[in-house]
Nanobody, 122 residues
């Protein structure tokens, strides 16, 4: 049974930090591209950060560049999103995502976590 279990969300003041973790099970984690998405109330889900299967490359949404860092530990089946200098507009439910991607960049399998709430407010 595939599971992506997020943790680390919560309430933080503007300028603060949070560390989100996602622990995967039920699939071959090291072969999947891992991402974090977020969805704010009334808005579409958006991609925040992505890291390739070996962890050699990562990409970020312009809105979080320089503030967020994605990393992974394939030995522990874990992907982490370190979020610094948080802003109220970062408030959203954050979702862990796993994609099996072919060499031609086609997603052939996709899994989602249940989401964790991040609220940035004073």
């Amino acid at each position: 049974q595939v599971q992506l279990v997020e943790s680390g969300g919560g309430l933080v003041q503007p300028g603060g930090s949070l560390r989100l973790s996602c622990v995967a099970s039920g699939f071959t984690f090291r072969t999947y591209t891992m991402s974090w998405y977020r969805q704010a109330p009334g808005k579409e889900r958006e991609l925040v950060a992505t890291i390739t299967s070996a962890g050699s490359n990562s990409n970020y949404a312009d809105s979080v560049k320089g503030r967020f860092t994605i990393s992974r530990d394939n030995a522990k089946n874990t992907v982490v999103l370190q979020m610094n200098s948080l802003k109220p507009e970062d408030t959203a439910v954050y979702f862990c995502n796993a994609d099996r991607v072919t060499y031609s960049h086609v997603v052939i399998k996709r899994y989602w976590g249940q989401g964790t709430q991040v609220t940035v407010s004073s």
